[in-house]
């Protein structure tokens, strides 16, 4: 449970910026947003909420707020569930970080993120068997003696063979998008994928940058499956941040 006078924190932007009218933050109770200035900055604050919970409706209300904000200046997004004690808290962070903030608000202005993920498929296991020497080794012993442990074997062999085929997919889609985009970086392990990155893209590149990861996927689809999620508020890039 929260404390009395705590602040939860959506973002930060430019002190110039206005939060769109109307607008309420997470919580059961949502309270209303509002700016706090300190120097050339402002953050993003509303009342904390109470109890604090990761369900769907407060991750889309952070999330869209930071998009909303987006379209009138760049932003740099806090993660879910940032609570400050209070907005003195706040208003000495912004002014002890000024200077990374306004140069990281000049790297994501004009600019949204897009998240790509990578995965096996198991479209064409034939192509697999006659590419992937012991693939096929496996699979020819696993006829000639049947039986669980050369099943395993061989089952293994297939999905290391599968991830192998993937990654390299991957890598060349990944070299293609790079050159789109202004930025990239390399997220967690995310389990089942082979690739996990983000890249900060001009808004003026994204169909451009769609149609480079749809041509890919339909060229591919029997070797990778790309999973692309975005426009996102520039969660990553976003190092100077308070």
């Known amino acids: 449970m929260t404390a009395p006078g705590s602040v939860y924190v959506y973002g930060v932007v430019r002190a110039t910026h206005a939060v769109p009218p109307g607008r309420t933050g997470v919580g059961e109770r949502p309270a209303p947003v509002r700016t706090l200035r300190a120097g050339a900055l402002a953050a993003v604050i509303s009342d904390a909420p109470a109890r604090p919970r990761a369900k769907r409706r407060d991750l ?18 806090m993660r879910f569930g940032m609570i400050a004690p209070d907005e003195e808290a706040v208003r000495q962070q912004l002014l002890s970080s000024q200077n990374d903030c306004l140069a990281a ?4 202005d004009g600019r ?9 498929t198991e479209a064409d296991l034939s192509s697999l068997v006659r590419e992937d020497p012991e693939v096929s080794r496996l699979r020819t012993a696993a006829r000639r ?5 050369a099943s395993v074997r061989l089952g293994e062999a297939v ?15 990944l070299a293609e998008l790079s050159a789109v985009a202004d930025a990239k970086v ?3 392990e995310v389990e089942g994928c082979v690739l996990n990155v983000s890249f900060l893209l001009d808004r003026r590149e994204e169909r451009r940058f769609h149609g480079v990861v749809e041509r890919f996927a339909a060229g591919h689809r029997d070797r990778v499956e790309l999973r692309l999620t975005g426009p996102l508020p520039c969660y990553s890039f976003a190092e100077g941040r308070a």
Do not use: S
């Not at 707020?65 to 760049?74: F, I, R, S, Y």
């Not at 608000?105 to 994501?108: A, G, K, N, Q």
């Not at 949204?112 to 096996?120: D, F, R, S, T």
């Not at 999905?159 to 889609?173: K, N």
């Open 60 to 77: 889309l209300a952070h999330q869209d707020l930071a998009l909303a904000l987006a379209v009138d200046g760049p932003v740099l997004p």
């Open 105 to 108: 608000l000049e790297r994501v």
């Open 112 to 120: 949204v993120e897009m998240n790509l993920k990578a995965l096996p």
């Open 145 to 149: 003696a049947p039986g669980y442990e």
């Open 159 to 173: 999905a290391r063979g599968l991830r192998r085929r993937a990654a390299a997919a991957a890598a060349a889609v």
């Open 186 to 188: 390399h997220g967690p």
